[in-house]
């Protein structure tokens, strides 16, 4: 193998990691915003839902856009392709985003109910709608895609809401509202925390469910083999061991163990992430009905000093951002209190 092929696998497994950091992260957030219309009695414990990733929410949206860059940087190819074929699903993503993001900002600004209640729909909504069409991309990435000899990807976004990729939609927003309730449980308290906890229990049925039933399914379709590719056994076996992760999580619910069913579903989301990378190699865009048309990291990558000056780069700021991630995660450790009422301020409400 040659130094410029090294470099090419580092940077397609580097992008893996920070796509699982991106959904580890962000993950909880998304959970939290589609979780909270059903455990939320009032408009505090919508801000208490809203306050545990109020100081957060933006900082993990950064890997979103570091993962983006690193993928137009070091496979530029493939960066085009992905955002011609799936140009109206990931332009859902982005307006779903926009509208998430001013949610935050826009809600507070006003008293009215009726103001608020359409920022928190617009919270719901943007979050719903990417945790949703992620889980389908990567299904489909996973399961590959009707390619032409170019490696181009034509069927729109009808094409890719076939069964397989709908059930894995459903499944990463299953995970993601799993993974966020058990966040809520962890960072609020009082009757928030027990509601979040139940409904993590809820949630966690369907996940495991739901994952388990993609894992089958894509393995049992299978599709062409590229040249080099990885054992199909390795991907499988990764995928049933974030299927296992959430049956964990699940039992450690009941167990009242918060903390631990957290970091299962977080497993989870690792290991799925690792078979959806490791099933996809040496593909970036695999192909469905020709191995040959496949879009492979060879083929999409950029050139050998342009990867050897981006690996500089992440090296010397990379330990900068994971810094000020932890430290931010650490000054807002504290669980969220709900607010004591005194007499006069009940009367006066």
Same mark, same amino acid.
């Given at each position: 193998?040659?130094?410029?092929?090294?470099?090419?696998?580092?940077?397609?497994?580097?992008?893996g990691?920070?796509?699982?950091?991106?959904?580890?992260?962000?993950?909880?957030?998304?959970?939290?915003?589609?979780?909270?219309?059903?455990?939320?009695?009032?408009?505090?414990?919508?801000?208490?839902?809203?306050?545990?990733?109020?100081?957060?929410?933006?900082g993990?949206?950064?890997?979103?856009?570091?993962?983006?860059?690193?993928?137009?940087?070091?496979?530029?190819?493939?960066?085009?392709?992905?955002?011609?074929?799936?140009?109206?699903?990931?332009?859902?993503?982005?307006?779903?985003?926009?509208?998430?993001?001013?949610?935050f900002?826009?809600?507070?600004?006003?008293?009215?109910?009726?103001?608020?209640?359409?920022?928190?729909?617009?919270?719901?909504?943007?979050?719903?709608?990417?945790a949703?069409?992620?889980?389908?991309?990567?299904?489909?990435?996973?399961?590959g895609?009707?390619?032409?000899?170019?490696?181009?990807?034509?069927?729109?976004?009808?094409?890719?809401?076939?069964?397989?990729?709908?059930?894995?939609?459903?499944?990463?927003?299953?995970?993601?509202?799993?993974?966020?309730?058990?966040?809520?449980?962890?960072?609020?308290?009082?009757?928030?925390?027990? /509601?979040?906890?139940? $409904?993590?229990? =809820?949630?966690?049925?369907?996940?495991?469910? #739901?994952?388990? %039933? &993609? +894992? @089958?399914?894509?393995?049992?379709a299978? /599709?062409?083999?590229? $040249?080099?590719s =990885?054992?199909?056994v390795?991907?499988?076996? #990764?995928g049933? %061991? &974030? +299927? @296992?992760?959430?049956?964990?999580?699940?039992?450690?619910?009941? $167990?009242?163990?918060?903390?631990?069913?957290?970091?299962?579903?977080?497993?989870?989301?690792?290991?799925?992430?690792?078979?959806?990378?490791?099933?996809?190699?040496? $593909?970036?865009?695999?192909?469905?009905?020709?191995?040959?048309?496949?879009?492979?990291?060879?083929?999409?990558?950029?050139?050998?000093n342009?990867?050897?000056?981006?690996?500089?780069?992440?090296?010397?700021?990379?330990?900068?951002?994971?810094?000020?991630?932890?430290?931010?995660?650490?000054?807002?450790?504290?669980?969220?209190?709900?607010?004591?009422?005194?007499?006069?301020?009940?009367?006066?409400?």
């Amino acid at each position: 193998m040659t130094p410029f092929s090294d470099l090419n696998t580092t940077w397609f497994a580097l992008i893996g990691l920070l796509w699982t950091g991106y959904f580890f992260l962000e993950g909880f957030d998304y959970g939290v915003a589609v979780v909270t219309p059903f455990i939320a009695r009032d408009e505090t414990d919508r801000r208490m839902c809203l306050n545990a990733v109020g100081p957060v929410w933006d900082g993990n949206e950064v890997w979103l856009i570091v993962a983006g860059g690193a993928m137009f940087a070091a496979f530029p190819l493939w960066y085009a392709r992905l955002f011609s074929g799936f140009y109206l699903a990931l332009f859902l993503v982005l307006i779903a985003l926009i509208f998430r993001g001013i949610s935050f900002e826009f809600r507070q600004h006003d008293d009215r109910q009726s103001w608020r209640r359409t920022w928190d729909t617009a919270n719901f909504v943007g979050s719903l709608i990417p945790a949703f069409v992620w889980g389908v991309a990567f299904t489909n990435l996973v399961h590959g895609l009707p390619l032409s000899p170019g490696g181009h990807y034509f069927g729109g976004l009808p094409g890719l809401l076939h069964p397989i990729a709908i059930v894995g939609g459903l499944a990463s927003l299953a995970v993601f509202v799993f993974h966020g309730s058990l966040f809520l449980s962890l960072k609020t308290s009082g009757d928030v925390a027990r /509601r979040a906890r139940r $409904a993590a229990g =809820v949630v966690g049925v369907a996940a495991v469910a #739901l994952l388990g %039933g &993609a +894992v @089958a399914w894509v393995a049992e379709a299978g /599709r062409p083999a590229v $040249a080099g590719s =990885v054992s199909p056994v390795l991907p499988l076996v #990764l995928g049933i %061991g &974030a +299927v @296992a992760a959430l049956v964990a999580a699940t039992a450690l619910v009941v $167990a009242h163990r918060d903390g631990w069913a957290f970091a299962a579903t977080g497993t989870a989301i690792l290991a799925t992430m690792g078979a959806v990378f490791g099933r996809m190699f040496p $593909a970036v865009l695999p192909a469905s009905n020709r191995a040959a048309n496949a879009l492979t990291i060879a083929a999409s990558a950029s050139q050998h000093n342009t990867l050897i000056v981006m690996t500089i780069a992440a090296a010397c700021f990379t330990p900068f951002v994971l810094a000020y991630q932890a430290w931010t995660y650490w000054v807002f450790r504290q669980r969220i209190i709900r607010p004591v009422a005194t007499p006069g301020a009940a009367a006066a409400s």
